[in-house]
């Protein structure tokens, strides 16, 4: 250790030529660390990074490239699936009336409590119409008199109609000699192309204003 420690005495720094064996050695390690670290810093850090994005983007075209090779593999099947889409959608469709079946629809309705022996107190529209996307709902408030099985009856009839109806907010009470129903009979219809495009206008004017 004393001989190492003597090659470090008395370095002349304007002539290391002249430095023995291992001081020379050990400076060329630090030189060459820093030459390194300079480069590492200035240089290399830079190509990493984009060898790293690089091979991140690499990933991600080759995970595109799946997802789209499985969708082109899969495509007969989505179009099939889409026209069965299509084919149920025209089917629910069908089982909203237009505007001109709804009075129509009113009158089956009024025919299916009848048909059971109920007696109408009330059968009136509730106010005017709600439109939704496509369609509107109207709403019919109703008041019926008749046994638990008659009314019973008529809910299953109205269930069965080829239109969609359904009954709400349903509340029964007790009269002298027979059950009264008040609820509230939703029907719906699906809007034409002129009341479809009257909501988008009316749309677009509400986000203009709102700009």
Same mark, same amino acid.
């Given at each position: 250790?004393? &001989?190492?420690?003597?090659?470090?005495?008395?370095?002349?720094?304007? #002539?290391?030529? +002249?430095?023995?064996? $291992?001081?020379?050695? $050990?400076?060329?390690?630090?030189?060459?660390?820093?030459?390194? +670290?300079?480069?590492?810093?200035?240089?290399?850090?830079?190509?990493?990074?984009?060898?790293? *994005?690089?091979?991140?983007?690499?990933?991600?075209?080759?995970?595109? /490239?799946?997802?789209?090779?499985?969708? +082109?593999?899969?495509?007969?099947?989505?179009?099939?699936?889409?026209?069965?889409?299509?084919?149920?959608?025209?089917? %629910?469709?069908?089982? $909203?009336?237009?505007?001109? &079946?709804?009075? *129509? @629809?009113?009158?089956?309705?009024?025919?299916?409590? %009848?048909?059971?022996?109920?007696?109408?107190? @009330?059968?009136?529209?509730?106010?005017?119409?709600?439109?939704? #996307?496509?369609? *509107?709902? @109207?709403?019919? =408030?109703?008041?019926?008199?008749?046994? /638990?099985?008659?009314?019973? &009856?008529?809910?299953?009839?109205?269930?069965?109609?080829?239109?969609?109806? =359904?009954?709400?907010?349903?509340?029964?009470?007790? *009269?002298?000699?027979?059950?009264?129903?008040?609820? =509230?009979?939703?029907?719906?219809? /699906? @809007?034409? #192309?002129?009341?479809?495009?009257? &909501?988008?206008? =009316?749309?677009?004017?509400?986000?203009?204003?709102?700009?």
């Amino acid at each position: 250790m004393k &001989q190492i420690l003597e090659q470090f005495k008395y370095l002349n720094p304007k #002539d290391p030529g +002249a430095w023995p064996p $291992l001081p020379k050695a $050990l400076s060329l390690l630090v030189l060459l660390a820093a030459i390194l +670290a300079g480069a590492y810093v200035f240089d290399w850090s830079g190509q990493l990074e984009a060898l790293d *994005a690089g091979a991140a983007q690499e990933k991600k075209l080759k995970d595109d /490239y799946k997802d789209r090779k499985q969708q +082109a593999v899969n495509l007969d099947l989505y179009r099939q699936q889409l026209r069965e889409i299509d084919s149920s959608f025209g089917a %629910l469709l069908k089982q $909203l009336p237009n505007r001109s &079946q709804m009075d *129509a @629809l009113l009158v089956e309705i009024n025919q299916a409590g %009848l048909g059971r022996g109920l007696q109408f107190d @009330l059968f009136k529209p509730a106010g005017s119409e709600t439109q939704r #996307d496509f369609y *509107a709902e @109207l709403p019919i =408030t109703l008041k019926i008199q008749g046994s /638990y099985h008659d009314m019973g &009856q008529f809910a299953s009839d109205i269930s069965q109609l080829p239109r969609i109806v =359904t009954l709400n907010d349903i509340a029964i009470s007790v *009269a002298k000699d027979s059950l009264v129903m008040d609820a =509230t009979a939703k029907t719906f219809r /699906y @809007l034409d #192309d002129e009341e479809v495009a009257a &909501q988008r206008r =009316t749309a677009a004017k509400g986000k203009a204003a709102k700009k």
